[in-house]
């Protein structure tokens, strides 16, 4: 494949049906009402030379390149900031407009280094490709004039670097920082010929930048660049496919010389991102070629042992051998496992049958069950799809958006752009938080409201929220009496408006004022098209299904539902939690949500996989945990994921973990986990992988592979080759393949194949005969369920109080350059802006405690203690304190507790009583950590023989 | 009326720079009350002191500090002083012209909303006040009025668009951002008479349904930011502004803000994007500011003099102001005389004198006694014209046809000193100076029009450079997204027409210097 040049028509799409004719160059064109000119000639393919143009960017008109004649209008106006008109006879090459060109470019060479060959954007300028449109031959001006040479190269930035002499103040980087990404940290400084492209701070890497490229990209010359082409040459082809990072699911062009991956750059047709990124998937791709990067199996006897390098025979053997014989000594429902949402579905669809046919159980489980599985019970119960409602585009119609939980312009950074697009536009905005993220306040957008809650009680101000509209009369009575079941409405009814769920009552449990809760409840049920956004600060919870079914009931007794700009929307936090919850690897469910219990879908499967099937569900990943401490769990294979950084109380994890008989791991690293595993089998990044990942819009987005694997093997192969060691014939050729029998066995993908999705580029289920393009927006016409359910949600605080002891809650959250528990990110230049894991606490608290901003503090719960150094800031409420958990070191989870959510077990990361005191040592875990670390990651490999 | 011992002195940016300051507080300390009015636009006289004797408004001037004890001398004995220069308003220069915006200028203590009520005030605004908003934007159409900074365009084609557009919010905005080198009839009439703007943004508001007026006046005008606020604050206290405005019913609010410095606000859509508190870059036309202006919202932007010409439209009715001027050029314009000229100053006229009567009769001719070589009307983008010229006569169309403008009606005079391929230079040099950096061909073009001119004059490579010269221009005015670059190259191309000599090279007239005397 050659490399892949977007189309750019110079100037966005207008969002009108209606069309215009007219005639340019002779030749008849038909375009939208509201197109430029520029767009309707490159509509006929006829390119107006252009330098400040592209169609990600409002016209703006500055380079004077594309001026044009139109006949019956005096003077040459600009293509790109000129409308079509009906009838309008347009004239783009005449001697006058091309003297005109020929006389701009003679003024842009004119200041401009004349290095092209060795220039680092030479091949891929579009200064260059101007200078040679428009036939420039001379430049009359000498080179004596005054000019910007010389300037410093600004190499500040780990990906990019900028250098001012080559700038021909287009403002495209401004102009994309300000519109696509939002956060306006770019300007023009000076005026005239000493207009210049500025930042606060003394360099980019210290401006407000967050680095998502899209200035990198839209840069028609070298000023911009990204350094891998710097260093390495333009790259010469490109593969097509999808970031790995979070739920967003953002397309991306692998662009490549040889097998050298030389940078990834959005694309502009990828549905979710509509060629948007962020510094996660723009730039922080190098961990897939780390040096730290395991390629080949691993054994070892016990976990004392140092690893052995064994060849992927050996190792498929060993594996399998061990698991049999720990199920032959245990039982059957003695080993399990546990698949990623990082991987792709086809990886995720082969470790779920293996478990259901090789293991002859259930016991599948995902790390879907630590962050989204509140979601996927509670939207199920009410509208019957475990889903998001909406596309990521609808937020565009959106009049109020409501966010709660979530810290979109951190961890959903792609999408946050979108909404702040929307915001700028006039939309209000309603944030539930804890702490002050982001969106609070940021350049052009305030929150109406910020609802400053007490960690823990989302029930009962959503609850509040609803008992307002209830009572004020702002509710859809039309909707609900036609959507909605009418016993469950009104059982609801009742329970809302008991003054139990009053503002006032909510107010003593929040601490939200509640006159603001009533204004913000007024807001979203009259501000026009209400849309909720949400995240983990919902689901993590020990009421995080009770949560997702209070905002799933505000949302239908508002009419919310079912069209654009409305709806529920978890932000899904990695890139494939939706389709590994999709791909049935739970314990209770099928594939498409069908309980194990149901004997029509166990039967099916039974007759595809001619393999008796287990109608008890297996065990989630806590009863896992707790059975291998209990000595019933021996046996676990656990892909692409680290259950011993992520999943809370790390010392019961630990604990766990030790007490297995066989520990399978399969990651790209040795990661913590892997501390206590018998057997390591390399997998593959996703630059290696070809099959789909599906994000939080339900978007089946597809995978493609770069480069070979570094591992010689396709993962799902490996578990292929496990299932087939264990002794169950399995055969998929391709992941093709196992997508034909996810289609097949789904009727919500029914329709779906790789073939199909590289023809379409992606689609969003349920895809199947009843709806052949997919589903954008659910529940238009009804609920999936038949009548949406309005459920009862009493508030019932956790058990986990603060008290004399631990008087502050403790809440965790990520950042923007770190992903998770930080396998990838830390193993790439963004570690430069968060190297490790800090405690946010507000100045008063700080202050009664002698805490020092910058200082270490010990942070002490029921669970365990861990020591990291203290950011004291307004951003948190009195008695709340933060961090997030991306470093391993830090052991953020150590002391998180053991509490999780009624119905899903979805742990309850979010709210710990802790106390926090000034340290000078480590932790006890921290430091027992450090010194077991060299033995269990076995770093003492020995060699192949 | 007006009890003996008052003293009238100019509190005018000219009065206060030439000492007027000094010499209030010189009679203040003999006991005289002073009262500080704007300028009669003399600027020759200034510091012009007034005495009213007998009802009649007596002019001493220039003062100088040493003036103060012979006047009060005077005043004090009814004698006569050498400084005496008769009853002002019969001075020739002050007799010959049409007042009708700058009538109480010079005359009223410019804060003193009794003062304006009482020299006729207001009363545009009442008659605004019983008449619909259509009838207003007609009485404005039928008045013949164009757009006084610069451009010409008839005000009613903006105020009829804006009236007709849909939306909450609508704004008036005064574009009282006077960067033209050689004008200060905005500043002069600001800090004269300023609640005649006040009261013709009230009427343009209630015209096209503007609730909130903003005046963007330039940071160089810190007595008319001084005069401005206390007008605006007597008028909200007086019930002019705010709710129920002036018993409308209707609330209108009028906001100064103060620019930050740059030549290039002065075009609309740039000092739209400076008040928006964004960079004060020129925008890309359409969307039209009376349907997107401030903050996206319908704006009527108008030059200060433009709505100044309001309430005595509105007042005498259109016809009356349609019978003045000349063609389609209505009304009156003050001119201002500045440069080589003996009598500089304000001179408000109707449209259709000849440059050569402002110039000659009223101006007096050059102040050094040399011979007028050019004159540049319409600010520092204006024409170069030569005497072979003068004799046009000054209106919109009668300009243009000659390849100049009116613009705000600045008028620098030259003598016989003037280099024009200097002052060519310096038409690019401005343009360099105060471009905004948008577009290619004012950017990077004006500092490129300065080398090249650097080149001719030095003789490099003449022809060809004369040619570049040539081609330049025509790509600034072909090219340039506003009017700035767009017309950078009329000085320029104007003295090349006009003044060929003055580019050859090596040059074909002698250099004089300034300082040379008249033979």
Same mark, same amino acid.
């Given at each position: 494949?050659?490399?892949?040049?977007?189309?750019?028509?110079?100037?966005?799409?207008?969002?009108?049906?209606?069309?215009?004719?007219?005639?340019?160059?002779?030749?008849?064109?038909?375009?939208?009402?509201?197109?430029?000119?520029?767009?309707?000639?490159?509509?006929?393919?006829?390119?107006?030379?252009?330098?400040?143009?592209?169609?990600?960017?409002?016209?703006?008109?500055?380079?004077?390149?594309?001026?044009?004649?139109?006949?019956?209008?005096?003077?040459?106006?600009?293509?790109?900031?000129?409308?079509?008109?009906?009838?309008?006879?347009?004239?783009?090459?005449?001697?006058?407009?091309?003297?005109?060109?020929?006389?701009?470019?003679?003024?842009?060479?004119?200041?401009?280094?004349?290095?092209?060959?060795?220039?680092?954007?030479?091949?891929?300028?579009?200064?260059?490709?101007?200078?040679?449109?428009?036939?420039?031959?001379?430049?009359?001006?000498?080179?004596?004039?005054?000019?910007?040479?010389?300037?410093?190269?600004?190499?500040?930035?780990?990906?990019?670097?900028?250098?001012?002499?080559?700038?021909?103040?287009?403002?495209?980087?401004?102009?994309?920082?300000?519109?696509?990404?939002? $956060?306006?940290?770019?300007?023009?400084?000076?005026?005239?010929?000493?207009?210049?492209?500025?930042?606060?701070?003394?360099?980019?890497?210290?401006?407000?930048?967050?680095?998502?490229?899209?200035?990198?990209?839209?840069?028609?010359?070298?000023?911009?660049?990204?350094?891998?082409?710097?260093?390495?040459?333009?790259?010469?082809?490109?593969?097509?496919?999808?970031?790995?990072?979070?739920?967003?699911?953002?397309?991306?062009?692998?662009?490549?010389?040889?097998?050298?991956?030389?940078?990834?750059?959005?694309?502009?047709?990828?549905?979710?991102?509509?060629?948007?990124?962020?510094?996660?998937?723009?730039?922080? &791709?190098?961990?897939?070629?780390?040096?730290?990067?395991?390629?080949?199996?691993?054994?070892?006897?016990?976990?004392?042992?140092? &690893?052995?390098?064994?060849?992927?025979?050996?190792?498929?053997?060993?594996?399998?051998?061990?698991?049999?014989?720990?199920?032959?000594?245990?039982?059957?429902?003695?080993?399990?496992?546990?698949? !990623?949402?990082?991987?792709?579905?086809?990886?995720?669809?082969?470790?779920?049958?293996?478990?259901?046919?090789?293991?002859?159980?259930?016991?599948?489980?995902?790390?879907?069950?630590?962050?989204?599985?509140?979601?996927?019970?509670?939207?199920?119960?009410?509208?019957? $799809?475990?889903?998001?409602?909406?596309?990521?585009?609808?937020?565009?119609?959106?009049?109020?958006?409501?966010?709660?939980?979530?810290?979109?312009?951190?961890?959903?950074?792609?999408?946050?752009?979108?909404?702040?697009?929307?915001?700028?536009?006039?939309?209000?905005?309603?944030?539930?938080?804890?702490?002050?993220?982001?969106?609070?306040?940021?350049?052009?957008?305030?929150?109406?409201?910020?609802?400053?809650?007490?960690?823990?009680?989302?029930?009962?101000?959503?609850?509040?929220?609803?008992?307002?509209?209830?009572?004020?009369?702002?509710?859809?009575?039309?909707?609900?009496?036609?959507?909605?079941?009418?016993?469950?409405?009104?059982? &609801?009814?009742?329970?809302?408006?008991?003054?139990?769920?009053?503002?006032?009552?909510?107010?003593?449990?929040?601490?939200?004022?509640?006159?603001?809760?009533?204004?913000?409840?007024?807001?979203?049920?009259?501000?026009?098209?209400?849309?909720?956004?949400?995240?983990?600060?919902?689901?993590?919870?020990?009421?995080?299904?009770?949560? #997702?079914?209070?905002?799933?009931?505000?949302?239908?007794?508002?009419?919310?539902?079912?069209?654009?700009?409305?709806?529920?929307?978890?932000?899904?936090?990695?890139?494939?939690?939706?389709?590994?919850?999709?791909?049935?690897?739970?314990?209770?469910?099928?594939?498409?949500?069908?309980?194990?219990?149901?004997?029509?879908?166990?039967?099916?499967?039974?007759?595809?996989?001619?393999?008796?099937?287990?109608?008890?569900?297996?065990?989630?990943?806590?009863?896992?945990?707790?059975?291998?401490?209990?000595?019933?769990?021996?046996?676990?294979?656990?892909?692409?994921?680290?259950?011993?950084? !992520?999943?809370?109380? $790390?010392?019961?994890?630990?604990?766990?973990?030790?007490?297995?008989?066989?520990?399978?791991?399969?990651?790209?690293?040795?990661?913590?986990?892997?501390?206590?595993?018998?057997?390591?089998?390399?997998? $593959?990044?996703?630059?290696?992988?070809?099959?789909?990942?599906?994000?939080?819009?339900?978007?089946?987005?597809?995978?493609?592979?770069?480069?070979?694997?570094?591992?010689?093997?396709?993962?799902?192969?490996?578990?292929?080759?496990?299932?087939?060691?264990?002794?169950?014939?399995?055969?998929?050729?391709?992941?093709?393949?196992?997508?034909?029998?996810?289609?097949?066995?789904?009727?919500?993908?029914?329709?779906?194949?790789?073939?199909?999705?590289?023809?379409?580029?992606?689609?969003? &289920?349920?895809?199947?005969?009843?709806?052949?393009?997919?589903?954008?927006?659910?529940?238009?016409?009804?609920?999936?369920?038949?009548?949406?359910?309005?459920?009862?949600?009493?508030?019932?605080?956790?058990?986990?109080?603060?008290?004399?002891?631990?008087?502050?809650?403790?809440?965790?959250?990520?950042?923007?350059?770190?992903?998770?528990?930080?396998?990838?990110?830390?193993?790439?230049?963004?570690?430069?802006?968060?190297?490790?894991?800090?405690?946010?606490?507000?100045?008063?608290?700080?202050?009664?405690?002698?805490?020092?901003?910058?200082?270490?503090?010990?942070?002490?719960?029921?669970?365990?203690?861990?020591?990291?150094?203290?950011?004291?800031?307004?951003?948190?409420?009195?008695?709340? #304190?933060?961090?997030?958990?991306?470093?391993?070191?830090?052991?953020?989870?150590?002391?998180?507790?053991?509490?999780?959510?009624?119905?899903?077990?979805?742990?309850?990361?979010?709210?710990?009583?802790?106390?926090?005191?000034?340290?000078?040592?480590?932790?006890?875990?921290?430091?027992?950590?450090?010194?077991?670390?060299?033995?269990?990651?076995?770093?003492?490999?020995?060699?192949?023989? | 009326?007006?009890?003996?011992?008052?003293?009238?002195?100019?509190?005018?940016?000219?009065?206060?720079?030439?000492?007027?300051?000094?010499?209030?507080?010189?009679?203040?300390?003999?006991? +005289?009350?002073?009262?500080?009015?704007?300028?009669?636009?003399?600027?020759?006289?200034?510091?012009?002191?007034?005495?009213?004797?007998?009802?009649?408004?007596?002019?001493?001037?220039?003062?100088?500090?040493?003036?103060?004890?012979?006047?009060?001398?005077?005043?004090?004995?009814?004698?006569?002083?050498?400084?005496?220069?008769?009853?002002?308003?019969?001075?020739?220069?002050?007799?010959?012209?049409?007042?009708?915006?700058?009538?109480?200028?010079?005359?009223? @203590?410019?804060?003193?909303?009794?003062?304006?009520?009482?020299?006729?005030?207001?009363?545009? +605004?009442?008659?605004?006040?019983?008449?619909?908003?259509?009838?207003?934007?007609?009485?404005?159409?039928? @008045?013949?009025?164009?757009?006084?900074?610069?451009?010409?365009?008839?005000?009613?084609?903006?105020?009829?668009?804006?009236?007709?557009?849909?939306?909450?919010?609508?704004?008036?905005?005064?574009?009282?951002?006077?960067?033209?080198?050689?004008?200060?009839?905005?500043?002069?009439?600001?800090?004269?008479?300023?609640?005649?703007?006040?009261?013709?943004?009230?009427?343009?508001?209630?015209?096209?349904?503007?609730?909130?007026?903003?005046?963007?006046?330039?940071?160089?005008?810190?007595?008319?930011?001084?005069?401005?606020?206390?007008?605006?604050?007597?008028?909200?206290?007086?019930?002019?502004?705010?709710?129920?405005?002036?018993?409308?019913?209707?609330?209108?609010?009028?906001?100064?803000?103060?620019?930050?410095?740059?030549?290039?606000?002065?075009?609309?859509?740039?000092?739209?994007?400076?008040?928006?508190?964004?960079?004060?870059?020129?925008?890309?036309?359409?969307?039209?500011?009376?349907?997107?202006?401030?903050?996206?919202?319908?704006?009527?932007?108008?030059?200060?003099?433009?709505?100044?010409?309001?309430?005595?439209?509105?007042?005498?009715?259109?016809?009356?102001?349609?019978?003045?001027?000349?063609?389609?050029?209505?009304?009156?314009?003050?001119?201002?005389?500045?440069?080589?000229?003996?009598?500089?100053?304000?001179?408000?006229?109707?449209?259709?004198?000849? +440059?050569?009567?402002?110039?000659?009769?009223?101006?007096?001719?050059?102040?050094?006694?040399?011979?007028?070589?050019?004159?540049?009307?319409?600010?520092?983008?204006?024409?170069?014209?030569?005497? @072979?010229?003068?004799?046009?006569?000054?209106?919109?169309?009668?300009?243009?046809?000659?390849?100049?403008?009116?613009?705000?009606?600045?008028?620098?005079?030259?003598?016989? @000193?003037?280099?024009?391929?200097?002052?060519?230079?310096?038409?690019?040099?401005?343009?360099?100076?105060?471009?905004?950096?948008?577009?290619?061909?004012?950017?990077?073009?004006?500092?490129?029009?300065?080398?090249?001119?650097?080149?001719?004059?030095?003789?490099?490579?003449?022809?060809?450079?004369?040619?570049?010269?040539?081609?330049?221009?025509?790509?600034?005015?072909?090219?340039? +997204?506003?009017?700035?670059?767009?017309?950078?190259?009329?000085?320029?191309?104007?003295?090349?027409?006009?003044?060929?000599?003055?580019?050859?090279?090596?040059?074909?007239?002698?250099?004089?210097?300034?300082?040379?005397?008249?033979?």
């Amino acid at each position: 494949m050659t490399i892949l040049k977007e189309m750019d028509l110079g100037t966005p799409r207008p969002k009108t049906a209606r069309r215009v004719r007219l005639e340019i160059d002779g030749f008849d064109v038909e375009v939208e009402e509201g197109a430029s000119i520029m767009r309707a000639a490159a509509s006929i393919g006829t390119s107006v030379p252009k330098l400040c143009a592209t169609d990600r960017l409002n016209a703006f008109g500055s380079c004077r390149l594309c001026l044009v004649e139109i006949d019956g209008r005096k003077g040459t106006p600009a293509s790109c900031t000129t409308l079509v008109a009906d009838g309008m006879k347009v004239r783009t090459e005449t001697p006058r407009l091309q003297k005109l060109r020929r006389g701009v470019m003679e003024l842009y060479i004119s200041d401009h280094p004349l290095d092209c060959l060795t220039c680092s954007d030479n091949g891929d300028c579009e200064l260059q490709d101007m200078a040679g449109r428009v036939g420039l031959r001379d430049v009359r001006y000498g080179d004596e004039g005054e000019n910007h040479f010389g300037k410093a190269k600004d190499v500040s930035n780990p990906y990019f670097q900028f250098e001012p002499s080559k700038c021909i103040v287009c403002s495209r980087c401004v102009r994309a920082c300000d519109e696509v990404q939002g $956060t306006l940290a770019l300007t023009i400084e000076g005026r005239g010929f000493n207009s210049k492209v500025s930042f606060a701070g003394a360099d980019f890497s210290s401006s407000e930048c967050v680095s998502c490229g899209a200035c990198v990209d839209v840069c028609p010359t070298a000023t911009l660049q990204e350094k891998a082409v710097a260093e390495f040459g333009v790259p010469d082809r490109t593969v097509l496919t999808t970031c790995a990072y979070c739920g967003v699911g953002c397309s991306f062009k692998a662009e490549l010389k040889g097998d050298q991956l030389i940078r990834m750059t959005p694309h502009k047709d990828g549905m979710a991102n509509h060629g948007h990124s962020c510094v996660k998937g723009r730039f922080a &791709w190098g961990y897939a070629t780390h040096p730290d990067r395991i390629t080949t199996p691993l054994i070892r006897e016990a976990i004392t042992d140092p &690893w052995r390098q064994v060849s992927w025979e050996e190792a498929i053997s060993y594996a399998a051998r061990r698991l049999k014989e720990t199920q032959a000594k245990y039982g059957r429902k003695s080993i399990g496992a546990i698949s !990623s949402s990082r991987c792709t579905i086809e990886e995720v669809w082969v470790v779920q049958k293996m478990v259901r046919t090789a293991f002859g159980n259930n016991n599948i489980d995902t790390c879907a069950r630590v962050c989204h599985s509140p979601t996927g019970y509670g939207l199920k119960q009410t509208y019957g $799809t475990s889903a998001g409602t909406q596309d990521f585009d609808s937020v565009e119609d959106a009049d109020v958006i409501l966010v709660i939980g979530a810290n979109p312009t951190d961890a959903h950074p792609v999408f946050a752009s979108q909404m702040k697009r929307r915001l700028r536009m006039g939309a209000k905005l309603i944030i539930i938080d804890p702490r002050a993220i982001d969106l609070v306040r940021t350049p052009h957008i305030e929150a109406a409201h910020h609802l400053q809650l007490q960690p823990g009680t989302n029930v009962a101000l959503i609850n509040a929220l609803a008992h307002v509209a209830a009572t004020e009369g702002l509710l859809d009575q039309g909707f609900i009496d036609a959507r909605c079941d009418g016993p469950s409405f009104r059982d &609801w009814l009742r329970f809302i408006c008991d003054a139990e769920n009053s503002p006032e009552s909510a107010s003593d449990i929040t601490g939200v004022p509640a006159d603001e809760i009533r204004a913000a409840a007024r807001l979203y049920a009259t501000g026009g098209r209400a849309a909720i956004y949400y995240g983990l600060g919902v689901t993590e919870h020990s009421q995080g299904s009770t949560m #997702v079914m209070g905002m799933a009931n505000l949302a239908m007794a508002t009419g919310n539902i079912g069209r654009r700009g409305v709806g529920v929307n978890p932000l899904r936090g990695q890139n494939n939690v939706q389709g590994s919850c999709d791909m049935g690897s739970f314990p209770h469910e099928y594939s498409g949500y069908r309980h194990v219990s149901d004997e029509a879908t166990r039967l099916t499967f039974e007759k595809a996989w001619s393999c008796a099937q287990d109608a008890e569900p297996g065990y989630r990943i806590p009863n896992m945990f707790d059975e291998a401490v209990g000595g019933g769990f021996k046996g676990l294979y656990v892909q692409g994921e680290d259950v011993a950084q !992520s999943d809370p109380d $790390t010392l019961h994890v630990e604990a766990a973990l030790a007490a297995l008989d066989i520990l399978i791991v399969q990651d790209l690293f040795l990661n913590e986990t892997a501390r206590f595993a018998h057997v390591f089998l390399p997998g $593959t990044s996703f630059l290696e992988k070809d099959g789909c990942f599906i994000n939080a819009e339900r978007r089946i987005n597809r995978v493609r592979p770069a480069i070979r694997e570094e591992t010689g093997m396709e993962e799902w192969r490996v578990t292929q080759a496990l299932a087939v060691a264990f002794g169950y014939e399995m055969n998929f050729s391709s992941a093709a393949d196992v997508m034909d029998e996810i289609a097949a066995l789904t009727p919500s993908f029914a329709n779906v194949s790789h073939r199909m999705l590289d023809e379409k580029g992606s689609v969003q &289920w349920p895809c199947n005969d009843a709806a052949p393009a997919g589903t954008p927006i659910m529940h238009v016409d009804g609920f999936v369920r038949g009548k949406g359910l309005f459920v009862t949600t009493e508030f019932t605080p956790t058990p986990e109080r603060t008290s004399r002891k631990f008087p502050l809650i403790l809440t965790t959250g990520r950042i923007l350059s770190q992903y998770n528990v930080g396998a990838q990110t830390r193993r790439t230049a963004n570690e430069i802006w968060h190297e490790e894991d800090l405690l946010e606490i507000h100045p008063a608290d700080a202050e009664a405690r002698g805490v020092q901003d910058g200082g270490w503090v010990a942070v002490k719960s029921r669970k365990g203690e861990i020591t990291l150094r203290a950011h004291v800031t307004e951003r948190v409420a009195p008695g709340v #304190v933060y961090t997030t958990f991306h470093h391993p070191e830090t052991g953020a989870n150590v002391v998180t507790t053991e509490y999780s959510d009624w119905a899903t077990q979805c742990p309850e990361y979010k709210v710990t009583a802790v106390e926090v005191t000034p340290a000078n040592h480590r932790s006890d875990w921290q430091r027992h950590y450090d010194e077991t670390l060299p033995v269990m990651r076995g770093l003492a490999v020995e060699p192949a023989e | 009326m007006t009890p003996p011992g008052i003293i009238f002195v100019s509190l005018d940016s000219v009065a206060v720079a030439l000492g007027a300051d000094e010499i209030a507080a010189a009679f203040a300390d003999r006991g +005289l009350k002073i009262v500080r009015t704007g300028s009669r636009g003399m600027h020759w006289l200034e510091p012009l002191v007034e005495i009213e004797i007998s009802g009649v408004r007596h002019g001493f001037g220039p003062i100088g500090l040493d003036d103060v004890p012979d006047i009060v001398h005077a005043l004090a004995n009814g004698a006569d002083c050498k400084k005496s220069l008769g009853p002002v308003e019969a001075m020739p220069f002050f007799k010959n012209q049409t007042r009708l915006i700058f009538k109480r200028c010079g005359i009223v @203590s410019p804060t003193s909303l009794t003062d304006y009520r009482s020299l006729g005030g207001l009363a545009g +605004l009442s008659a605004a006040l019983k008449m619909t908003v259509p009838e207003i934007c007609e009485e404005i159409a039928a @008045s013949g009025l164009r757009g006084r900074g610069g451009a010409g365009f008839p005000a009613a084609i903006k105020w009829r668009a804006v009236a007709a557009a849909e939306s909450e919010q609508k704004y008036v905005v005064c574009n009282a951002d006077e960067g033209d080198s050689g004008t200060f009839a905005d500043r002069m009439i600001m800090e004269g008479d300023p609640f005649l703007l006040l009261e013709g943004m009230m009427i343009a508001g209630r015209a096209v349904g503007a609730t909130k007026g903003f005046i963007y006046l330039r940071s160089e005008y810190p007595i008319a930011a001084r005069v401005l606020q206390e007008a605006i604050d007597v008028a909200y206290r007086a019930g002019l502004l705010g709710e129920n405005a002036m018993g409308s019913g209707g609330r209108f609010e009028i906001d100064l803000f103060i620019g930050a410095g740059a030549y290039i606000c002065g075009e609309e859509t740039s000092l739209l994007n400076s008040l928006e508190g964004k960079r004060g870059e020129v925008r890309v036309k359409p969307p039209l500011p009376a349907l997107e202006g401030l903050f996206g919202k319908p704006t009527l932007v108008h030059n200060v003099l433009s709505l100044c010409a309001v309430p005595h439209i509105i007042e005498n009715g259109a016809r009356d102001y349609a019978a003045i001027g000349v063609g389609k050029s209505t009304g009156s314009m003050p001119f201002q005389l500045s440069g080589d000229v003996k009598y500089a100053g304000l001179f408000e006229t109707p449209f259709g004198l000849t +440059l050569r009567d402002l110039v000659e009769r009223i101006g007096g001719g050059t102040r050094s006694g040399r011979p007028i070589r050019a004159i540049q009307i319409g600010g520092p983008l204006g024409a170069y014209l030569p005497p @072979s010229l003068f004799d046009v006569a000054i209106d919109y169309e009668a300009l243009a046809a000659i390849g100049a403008g009116v613009g705000h009606g600045g008028i620098v005079v030259f003598n016989d @000193s003037v280099d024009l391929a200097e002052q060519a230079r310096y038409a690019f040099e401005f343009c360099a100076e105060e471009s905004c950096g948008k577009c290619t061909p004012c950017r990077i073009g004006a500092v490129r029009g300065v080398e090249v001119i650097d080149r001719i004059r030095a003789g490099d490579d003449h022809a060809r450079n004369m040619q570049v010269l040539s081609d330049l221009c025509e790509l600034m005015v072909d090219g340039s +997204l506003c009017a700035m670059g767009g017309m950078t190259p009329i000085p320029v191309e104007s003295a090349i027409r006009h003044f060929p000599e003055d580019f050859a090279f090596p040059p074909k007239r002698r250099k004089i210097a300034a300082s040379e005397h008249a033979s």
